[in-house]
């Protein structure tokens, strides 16, 4: 049992405050996007290969820290996240070119990665009773955040056509408030230190037909999701809709999906939501790709509802049925995530730079809900109403 002297209250406060710097380094991006196409002359693709490290950068984070974390610690991983994201956010305000953006948002994404590592056996150690409420409440903060960063650049950027540099500055705020948290509190040991639990049997688990299938599966739930609202700018701006708006109404109704819908998700079997989302994200982004004007909003909408939950699920499955995967399972699953969108982002940006509009880059995002469907209909017929899990 973990008996150390802590504040399980400021230390969730803390995680929230951090997975707030991740999210809203994701409208960032979203925003810049245009700017530096317009301003800096890059291309998408240039785009691309410089907002790729955000992900990578995340995947190699979860990578390096997610099987050491509990021996080395989460403050310690928590004090390189808060010295990268102080370098990346820095670094952002002073970016001219591909190059600069590139280091820049390597810095922010590997800082990401290990807020990740080291706030979910955080969040799971501190509330050891109520683990899937708590790391769903953590969890609303991502889109949560994206949605803050949407309205402050619209309103920044949009309406006030202030200089983009301060809006980059804005993520200090949050950037110094976890830090003080952080530096201050004192931290519990990771749950499975103090159980006692050896690394053999997680290592074992992640080597599963059922955990590398579910990998494969997150390549592309993930894609679906970050990598479209990603490069929202770009895909809708021939579509007489305002890209930031959109971005903040599909944020905004996912994080009230994740804050409100637990007890109905807990209903359901985690492969027949994994279903239902992989069948309305087709339906959505579909429907984007052939909105205009209000239409656009109203297909915004079915898109937040078939990818709100698709992170959490996965998550929750893995959980679930491969729960001897534990802190490292996790770290794998997310860590894969990010990384399939650092492939997939210069991918769409060849297709825009090769003539094809945004809406029918859209129509090629469609596959990979088209896919999931296939396989996410094939997990249900094996696990069916089994498995029920909160997200």
């Not at 479209?228 to 905004?252: N, W």
């Not at 210069?346 to 896919?371: C, K, N, Q």
């Not at 017929?381 to 089994?386: E, L, P, T, Y």
Request: glycine fraction near 10%; charge should be neutral.
């Amino acid at each position: 049992m973990n008996t150390a002297n802590f504040n399980e209250k400021k230390l969730f406060l803390m995680s929230c405050v951090a997975l707030i710097v991740t999210s809203i380094s994701f409208a960032l991006r979203a925003s810049l996007e245009p700017i530096f196409m317009n301003d800096y002359g890059l291309s998408a693709t240039d785009i691309g290969y410089a907002f790729g490290p955000a992900f990578y950068g995340f995947t190699i984070a979860m990578v390096i820290f997610g099987p050491i974390v509990d021996s080395w610690g989460m403050k310690k991983v928590l004090y390189i996240a808060w010295i990268l994201h102080l370098i990346g956010i820095t670094l952002t305000i002073f970016a001219t070119d591909m190059w600069s953006l590139f280091f820049a948002t390597l810095a922010i994404g590997i800082g990401n990665g290990a807020i990740e590592a080291a706030c979910n056996p955080l969040v799971a150690t501190i509330y050891p009773n109520n683990k899937t409420t708590m790391l769903n409440k953590f969890h609303i903060w991502f889109p949560g955040g994206i949605f803050i960063g949407s309205v402050i650049s619209y309103f920044m950027l949009d309406l006030s056509g202030l200089d983009w540099r301060l809006f980059v500055g804005i993520l200090y705020i949050p950037l110094f408030g976890y830090g003080y948290l952080m530096f201050k509190e004192t931290f519990p040991q990771t749950e499975r230190i103090t159980s006692g639990v050896t690394n053999a049997g997680m290592w074992k688990a992640v080597a599963k037909p059922l955990f590398l299938f579910m990998g494969f599966c997150m390549l592309l739930t993930a894609s679906t999701e970050l990598a479209t609202t990603q490069r929202i700018s770009s895909l809708l701006k021939e579509a007489h809709a305002v890209p930031m708006l959109v971005l903040a109404l599909t944020t905004g109704l996912m994080a009230i999906g994740r804050g409100f819908a637990g007890p109905i998700v807990h209903k359901l079997s985690t492969s027949g939501m994994l279903l239902f989302s992989a069948i309305v994200s087709f339906i959505g982004i579909i429907w984007l790709s052939y909105s205009d004007g209000v239409t656009v909003y109203l297909a915004a909408v079915v898109f937040a509802v078939g990818v709100c939950f698709f992170w959490p699920t996965m998550l929750g499955f893995v959980s679930e049925e491969i729960p001897e995967s534990g802190a490292l399972g996790l770290s794998i699953i997310g860590g894969l995530g990010m990384f399939s969108v650092s492939i997939v982002l210069p991918i769409m940006g060849v297709f825009m730079d090769t003539g094809s509009a945004g809406t029918e880059t859209l129509r090629y995002m469609a596959i990979l809900p088209a896919i999931l469907i296939l396989l996410f209909g094939f997990l249900y017929s094996k696990f069916g109403k089994k498995s029920k899990v909160a997200v």
